[in-house]
T-cell receptor, first 114, second 114 residues
């Protein structure tokens, strides 16, 4: 169990650019979640996958956001035409379905849009 | 919609003081309740959980009891240590079927001074 990893840890981009983040979950976990956390707030759910299927998307996930989980392993979150309001910490978590141990979180990717 | 409200921080205590962080929730149905902790520079970690009314979750000297009648899940510790300094998040989830996504409160920053 090497934990959930996320890359990059920090990303600074200019408004209008596209960015992509990667999440590597714990290997045997079939569920993968993306959350967004802004300063002074708790994490907010964006979307989740069970294996390779994206089963739910929050209304927070505008059409500029897209997430994938090819082959049910790692996942990517892409933001197109970034806006200053996209500046936040993007958290990834993984779990087994209905696990007693809950979700395991990665360290996050901090995005700053200038 | 489902929501979690936790006491505003920051909270500053001296070592060995008693800690209470209040958490109340609003939900349709009977969610599972969680406390997550985020130590400086680290990812969110599950601290404790309770899945039904009157359950008590406990870990590392922290406790919280699921109170359905008051829709509360207050976090307590009898004697805090400097190493407990962190941000604490209360959260809920419906863990029987569905996405099992977490709904978080805003977090409470705890600082323990020696």
């Amino acid at each position: 169990d090497t934990g959930v990893s996320q890359n990059p840890r920090h990303k600074i981009t200019k408004r209008g650019q596209n960015v992509t983040f990667r999440c590597d979950p714990i290997s045997e976990h079939n569920r993968l979640y993306w959350y967004r956390q802004t300063l002074g707030q708790g994490p907010e759910f964006l979307t989740y996958f069970q294996n390779e299927a994206q089963l739910e998307k929050s209304r927070l996930l505008s059409d500029r956001f897209s997430a994938e989980r090819p082959k049910g392993s790692f996942s990517t979150l892409e933001i197109q035409r970034t806006e200053q309001g996209d500046s936040a910490m993007y958290l990834c978590a993984s779990s087994l379905v209905s696990s007693e141990k809950g979700q395991y979180f990665g360290p996050g990717t901090r995005l700053t849009v200038t | 919609g489902d929501s979690v409200t936790q006491m505003e921080g920051p909270v500053t205590l001296s070592e060995e003081a008693f800690l209470t962080i209040n958490c109340t929730y609003t939900a349709t149905g009977y969610p599972s309740l969680f406390w997550y902790v985020q130590y400086p520079g680290e990812g969110l970690q599950l601290l404790l959980k309770a899945t039904k009314a009157d359950d008590k979750g406990s870990n590392k000297g922290f406790e919280a009891t699921y109170r359905k009648e008051t829709t509360s899940f207050h976090l307590e510790k009898g004697s805090v240590q400097v190493s407990d300094s962190a941000v604490y998040f209360c959260a809920l989830s419906f863990t029987q079927g569905g996405s099992e996504k977490l709904v978080f409160g805003k977090g409470t920053k705890l600082t323990v001074n020696p």
